[in-house]
């Protein structure tokens, strides 16, 4: 084969393999967010915003406070639990919430 055909392959291959290790991340970031429970105040006339609209415009650094430390990133009187989850979790469910999300 060319070298160029070579490289093609292997980049289409690049591709497949994020898109399915990103496809695993959102998979995790679903389960987690549903284990918690957060759609319990993320929803259509909840006490928070409902789940499509946590990360519409936000950087990935504010999710991750919001996420782990809401009282500091939001507001001291936020109704909203810490969540104490690893930063591979963090970014887990940042990547779940994206992935819900309207843009
Ligand atoms: C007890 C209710 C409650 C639960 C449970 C809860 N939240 Fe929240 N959350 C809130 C409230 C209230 C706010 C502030 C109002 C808003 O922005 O929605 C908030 C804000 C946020 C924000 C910031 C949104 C913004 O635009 O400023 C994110 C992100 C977020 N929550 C994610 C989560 C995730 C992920 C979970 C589950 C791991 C969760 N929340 C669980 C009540 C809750």
């Known amino acids: 084969m060319k070298s160029k ?4 392959c292997l980049l289409i291959l690049g ?14 970031g679903k389960s987690l967010v549903e284990g918690k429970h957060c759609a319990i105040c993320h929803k259509e006339g909840g006490k928070g915003k409902p789940m499509e609209e946590l990360a519409q415009g936000k950087t990935d650094a504010f999710l991750k406070e919001a996420v782990t430390d809401p009282k500091k990133a939001i507001s001291p009187q936020v109704l909203m639990p810490a969540y104490k989850f690893t930063d591979e979790e963090v970014q887990a ?11």
């Open 5 to 8: 055909t070579w490289l093609f």
């Open 15 to 28: 591709i497949a393999v994020s898109a399915e290790a990103q496809g695993e991340q959102v998979k995790k």
């Open 93 to 103: 469910v940042i990547e779940y919430l994206r992935s819900v999300s309207k843009k």
